[in-house]
T-cell receptor, first 113, second 113 residues
């Protein structure tokens, strides 16, 4: 499968725990985006990378959220001290510079109990 | 920042009829407008997009129109089929797909056989 992949697909955690998600973009895509989608809403931008550089972070990204893309390939998104309001689908997308279409992964559905 | 409004939030049509979904955007610098289709539990997938130097684009039963002066764009689906039933999202960005997409809240389209 040469598409964007995400792991895990589902995560249930208790409030206060830390969680980490992984995204593997399409191999030649150097830009990688994280979005969050809650029920009945469109995806909302969280942060994005060009290669290993984190270029922009949304105001939605509180101090409890951190993202990395250490070698410009896969990326991780960590949420510390999870809250019930963090429950959502976390989507990753990738694109090659000078292209137009962002390709989305299947998402990680997080449920905080 | 950019704000994208999408209407209607739900739309039901009879099979074979046409469906129209409308979006407005606020940032005149936006120059790329994709439409994504998201089936239940699946990733968003691009179905058509338009750039600001074009007023209309068509791909088989799907067309998109753009009015830069009024800052609105629309998705038109003709001869609807039950498999067109899904949630459709419009989006906008200021640098083709290389900057974060700002999404509308989505339209749930139901095609009744």
């Amino acid at each position: 499968d040469t598409g964007v992949s995400q792991d895990p697909r589902h995560k249930i955690t208790k409030r206060g725990q830390n969680v980490t998600f992984r995204c593997d973009p399409i191999s030649e895509h150097n830009r990688l985006y994280w979005y969050r989608q809650t029920l009945g809403q469109g995806p909302e931008f969280l942060t994005y990378f060009q290669n290993e550089a984190q270029l922009e972070k949304s105001r939605l990204l509180s101090d409890r959220f951190s993202a990395e893309r250490p070698k410009g390939s896969f990326s991780t998104l960590e949420i510390q001290r999870t809250e019930q309001g963090d429950s959502a689908m976390y989507l990753c997308a990738s694109i090659r510079d000078s292209s137009y279409e962002q390709y989305f992964g299947p998402g990680t559905r997080l449920t905080v109990t | 920042g950019e704000n994208v409004e999408q209407h209607p939030s739900t739309l039901s049509v009879q099979e074979g009829d046409s469906a129209v979904i409308k979006c407005t955007y606020s940032d005149s610098a936006s120059n790329y407008f994709p439409w994504y289709k998201q089936e239940l539990g699946k990733r968003p997938q691009l179905i058509i997009d338009i750039r600001s130097n074009v007023g209309e684009k068509k791909d088989q039963r799907i067309a998109v129109t753009l009015n830069k002066t009024a800052k609105h764009f629309s998705l038109h689906i003709t001869e609807t089929q039950p498999e067109d039933s899904a949630v459709y999202f419009c989006a906008a960005s200021i640098n083709s797909g290389n900057t974060p997409l700002v999404f509308g809240k989505g339209t749930r389209l139901s095609v009744i056989a």
